[in-house]
């Protein structure tokens, strides 16, 4: 029988399992993949599960989130990685070298692998013809040490793609037209695999811009062919050795379909402050602009730089606007610098700013108050620019360029000039021999743990019957940015829970923490569809667990998160009936009796709400093997019960 | 009467007074440069004065210091500041054109002008013939409203240099070994002039890196002859019209001089936590670091980032070491990346920051947890870097370098390489095209003030009897950085002195605060020698009278702190006997009768011990005009009764 790429991809890699959509499989992974915002936390996980070293074909730890150093505690966390990678054979990835996926894709991709990274946009490897998806830290950890990694089958989405992109129009259009049509749930549970005579013309680097933010609509991986595009970019990176052609079958079907023309499209640019607000950049041409923002794991190529350079070249950006250019690897600077296109962008008023993540995770460059930035990032949800009131938009280089220019959003198309050329160099600066390779034969290593590196907590499992009010009731779509912040203030405490849980649900709700205290015993969330979509940080789950919270309730929740509530030990159930999402108010006293008794097949699991007097039926989606890791407290506990035995 | 060069430059500038040192003196002010940490308070205090243009011949604003927006604030001041510039016909220069005072003296310096700025460094133009000194921010909106600059006529300290400095020793070594003979306060009250023939060899950046540090002399400025060398840094910056060849008279006289021989130099270094700390390199030489930093206002020539990068040229950094590049200027950035400096950094494993201040105003870069880091720049004061327990080292590029790629502190010599060559460009671009410029027509300009940018507070004068307790007790050398800390939390409340006054002495008691708040009331504070060295913040002025500091007593003052605690109507006194600080101890209740009656000359001041019962002598160096605006509460409150009048 004919497959389509993901089936291929996912069949050699079975562990357990059938490619049934909806039901559990395992797979083996070949690599993993951790930065440091995650990253403290899946090290410290990997010493509490004893082993002496990965058993991974290639681990690799970036820093590229807590870059901007204000005291000890990122310092000391780069510091305790680079001793956690050379004693457990991690290659390690200094601060400087560039964000985790295109220096990964760069250094470490290989079509037809396996990639597990405790990010969220490690989907973005796809690009290359690999199986990459984003998972919690713990998983990873879990990965690292060789186990198989759990997961729902997912149903594979064909998307074919023809045509030819006319001028102005690059990548990041075609997946904010994705955007357009799935919306930021569309892809739950769903591999979105691009295929057809469209992809011709796309470099590897705009596969990663559309792969990256399969993330955004809620996919579990994306996933293109390894094709003569591919074998060209390996080329470049000086690892053609490492190319292996991967196509679907002749014929392959696909659960669902979709076609994109790509001569079709024009500029598209998502409104704050949702990735899927997409609409013509003509829709909102003309609105003054603070900020215009080229960089980040969403357009990390060299075209996404020099293609700027070459539309400001000779000009000056307007004086009231900020263009910040964020280099994506240490590579792609040292080209640009040789190539000219960098002093091209300086002369015309650019601010050069450190490689990495940047303003992305909120590391600097927060925009004015309620000043409109746009950026080329993958995403624009509430205040996680740094500024509260934040007027985010998400477009490509072209559009963000052009607006800098006049200072006011600008389709591209209006400037009235020829679209620059750009043609990729042949061979690039291998970047390898910058990163501290894993020693071949293992030394005695200590870690090196600063003042802020905290223990994990311990986390007891759930009660025989499950009481407490519910302490939040927040609404849909709500993002693991509000669940727990990101930002120059939050990251550094990503090694700390005690000190990090002060900031849980702080955007939603200022005094969540302060009540959480006050409590001090079990408590339930409810949110509503989509709940817990975007960054893949498992201190979205841990931090409210410290806090006391055992049971989310929503209408529906995104894949990440969901499983890293079960991770840590929090039971996550569903509403039957959506529409009784309104008979909970906050503040309510929940109950529910002897909860994993309760989690049959089938079944639903009844909850009390002892101040109405009424019953909710609940559902869950848990598959047996996370029954019995919420029968432990959690995926720690289970780890260590199961090495005991 | 032949005359040195820095007294034609002041008797070229005198309002009044005479060249009689140790006189009050007022000079006419030609220029001023502001910074946006001191800036948004110098303009706030120009709105206030209500004039509605500088009467300077050239007034610039720079943003160099707050560039890492991590919420609103940043950005809403930048936008504050560009605002100002457009309403009151002063340059404004965006975020990434660089640091203020190496960008200043490439776009507006002339040898033979006197420049005012709200920076303690602005003393660097000195190395073209200019008399600039750094003064609190009060002081330079006076001076932008035509108001002449008043200070104490100096002593003119002359060095002689002769000789040629050796290889691997460069001009940092040579301000190395002035602090290390005159120690942070031994040029208080006095003009440093270099000249002799050792200056042929030094270009004007050079100089400029000695004439920068004066400041952490206690220098009022720093003088350099306008030479053929100052000519060729003009032509260099296409502005070879604006050179005026300038020089003390043949045979002229020093109040006292000093002479050092280059050829005798060694590679010199700064220990932890002060910058006349100094030793050779090699004392300290063999310690494992966690840094090498280049760039700031200390080190910002295009040779201080092209050495290092033909010294790493085909090498790699030490890989435990953050190798961070700080460009100095968006002209420098610019040429080292045409020339392919840049790309040598990077190659081997730089961190290239943000053009701008940086880690050296702890805005990002801190050292972990007490992690030895080296710096070119001016000043290592106790946690400036944003660590507290940090050990920073002040050094040469040549040090800081040789140190990166051991890992350990190196005297440059040792690396068996010859000392790599580096020739100045003939000609840079011309960075005046991205400053925004005044315009010639004034139009109509809203100020724009985000919800961060607070009022002036209102200040009462002094009362009839001064009384109440003895606040803090500090010790010697207490700098600016430890009234009133800057780094990346603390530096965007420069607009808000309610919530600034937070941090006030916070490094030195964290209790201040509170204590000051519990106390809703007049206080005191005592320190030792060199009482409030450093920066030139009027913020460690305006947030302790905000806290209801009245009068400081210390056994010596730095000369730009002493000023703007009478700007802002805080009494500056002085022990008559330095042993007296012993019979003051914290908490005790202290009261001056009628404070402003006893300002007599020669007549000293009373100070009851109420809680002791004894009476303490102290003495005032204040001049006429300095009681005069005590007597008002302050710069402020008398340039508004004076307008009314």
């Not at 403290?40 to 058993?55: D, N, S």
């Not at 760069?106 to 984003?134: E, N, Q």
């Not at 811009?209 to 074998?231: K, L």
């Not at 209006?414 to 910058?434: A, G, I, K, V």
């Amino acid at each position: 029988m004919s497959k389509n790429l993901a089936q291929k991809l996912i069949e050699s890699h079975l562990h357990s399992g059938s490619l049934e959509p909806g039901s559990p499989i395992e797979l083996n992974i070949d690599q993993t993949l951790t930065q440091d915002a995650t990253g403290t936390m899946v090290m410290l996980e990997f010493e509490a599960l004893g082993l002496p070293r990965v058993k991974t074909e290639i681990s690799a730890q970036y820093v590229d989130h807590n870059l901007l150093q204000t005291d000890f505690k990122n310092a000391d966390d780069h510091l305790f990685l680079r001793s956690a990678c050379r004693k457990y054979g991690v290659w390690f990835s200094r601060p400087g070298n560039g964000v985790s996926h295109p220096v990964h894709m760069s250094c470490f991709g290989i079509p037809g692998k396996t990639l597990l990274g405790s990010d969220s946009h490690t989907c973005a490897a796809g690009s290359m013809g690999m199986l990459a998806i984003g998972a919690g830290g713990l998983q990873v950890a879990l990965a690292m040490a060789g186990r198989p990694f759990a997961l729902t089958m997912p149903k594979i989405l064909g998307v074919r793609l023809e045509g030819e992109l006319p001028p102005w129009v690059s990548a990041k259009d075609i997946i904010l037209e994705m955007l357009r049509r799935q919306s930021v749930k569309g892809c739950v549970n769903k591999v979105v695999e691009y295929h057809g005579p469209g992809l011709a013309n796309l470099t590897a680097m705009d596969r990663h811009v559309i792969a990256n933010m399969g993330q955004e609509m809620g996919a579990t991986a994306s996933v293109f062919p390894a094709d003569e595009v591919v074998r060209a970019f390996l080329r470049q990176q000086q690892r053609e050795e490492d190319f292996v052609a991967l196509a679907a079958d002749d014929g392959a079907d696909y659960d669902e379909t979709d076609t994109i023309d790509l001569a079709s499209l024009e500029p598209l640019i998502a409104c704050p402050s949702s990735p899927d607000k997409v609409v013509p950049v003509r829709d909102v041409a003309g609105k003054t602009i603070y900020q215009s923002y080229i960089g980040s794991s969403a357009n990390p190529g060299l075209r996404d730089f020099a293609i700027p350079a070459r539309i400001v070249e000779g000009r000056h950006v307007d004086d009231a606007v900020s263009f910040d250019i964020n280099p994506t690897s240490r590579q792609l600077l040292e080209e640009i610098s040789r190539s000219g296109d960098l002093a091209r962008l300086l002369e015309a008023g650019a601010r050069l700013h450190q490689t990495g993540c940047g303003g992305c995770i909120g590391m600097g460059q927060a925009p004015s108050s309620g000043g409109i930035s746009l950026r080329t990032v993958p995403r624009n949800f509430p205040g996680r620019s740094g500024t509260a009131d934040d007027q985010v938009y998400l477009c490509s280089p072209e559009t963000a360029t052009a607006s800098a220019l006049t200072g006011k959003i600008t389709d591209p198309r209006d400037l009235d000039m020829d679209y620059p050329s750009f043609t990729e160099p042949d061979q690039l600066p291998d970047m390898r021999p910058l990163l501290l390779a894993p020693q071949e034969i293992p030394v005695e290593v200590e870690l090196v743990k600063g003042p802020n590196i905290k223990p994990l907590p311990e986390f007891d499992p759930l009660p025989d019957v499950l009481s407490g009010p519910l302490l939040l009731k927040a609404g849909d779509n709500v993002s693991t940015d509000e669940i727990l912040p990101a930002g120059a203030e939050i990251l550094p405490l990503r090694s700390n829970i005690p000190a990090i849980s002060r900031y849980t649900f702080s955007r939603v709700d200022e005094n969540f923490y302060q009540r959480a205290m006050d409590l001090k015993g079990d408590c339930f969330v409810v949110g509503g569809e989509n709940y817990g979509q975007g960054s893949s940080r498992e201190h979205a789950a841990i931090a409210p667990r410290y806090l006391g919270v055992r049971c989310v309730i929503a209408k529906s929740m995104a894949r990440i998160h969901r499983r890293n509530l079960i991770n840590f030990g929090i039971l996550p159930l569903l509403f039957e009936q959506p529409g009784d999402y309104d008979k909970l108010d906050q503040d309510a006293d929940l109950e529910i009796d002897d909860p994993i008794a309760q989690l049959e097949p089938g079944k639903p699991v009844e909850l009390k709400n002892v101040t109405s007097g009424e019953t909710v039926q609940l559902k869950h989606d848990l598959s047996a093997e996370e029954i019995e890791t919420l029968q432990y407290g959690g995926l720690i506990n289970e780890a260590r019960k199961k090495h005991l035995d």
